[in-house]
Nanobody, 124 residues
């Protein structure tokens, strides 16, 4: 079993920055691929970013490429999402998700664990 707890969300003006954190506990975090997804009201869950177990491979959704950076610290069992140049369309609940394997995926359905989410609101 894996427990994930997100933090760092909040209200920010367009053009601003936030850093989300996801603290993991339970099984071996260092061998798990991790992902960030988001869901806005009335919309489907959207892929944001994913990182493999070592941090060497990262992939991003088209809408966040060049603005967001995913990283991880296996010593702290934590994955991060640095969000720069935020836009109003980035407003959503952001979810941290974990796979039971070390390889990444852009599909939320391929992740076995997720947290409760953290709200990010970007004002114009």
């Amino acid at each position: 079993q894996v427990q994930l707890v997100e933090s760092g969300g909040g209200l920010v003006q367009a053009g601003g920055s936030l850093r989300l954190s996801c603290a993991a506990s339970g099984r071996t975090f260092s061998s798990s691929a991790m992902g960030w997804f988001r869901q806005a009201p009335g919309k489907e869950r959207e892929f944001v970013a994913t990182i493999d177990w070592s941090g060497a491979y990262r992939n991003y959704g088209d809408s966040v490429k060049g603005r967001f950076t995913i990283s991880r610290d296996n010593a702290k069992n934590t994955v991060y999402l640095r969000m720069n140049r935020l836009k109003p369309e980035d407003t959503a609940v952001y979810y941290c998700e974990a796979r039971s394997t070390s390889s990444t995926s852009t599909q939320s359905g391929n992740y076995e664990y997720w947290g409760q989410g953290t709200q990010v609101t970007v004002s114009s």
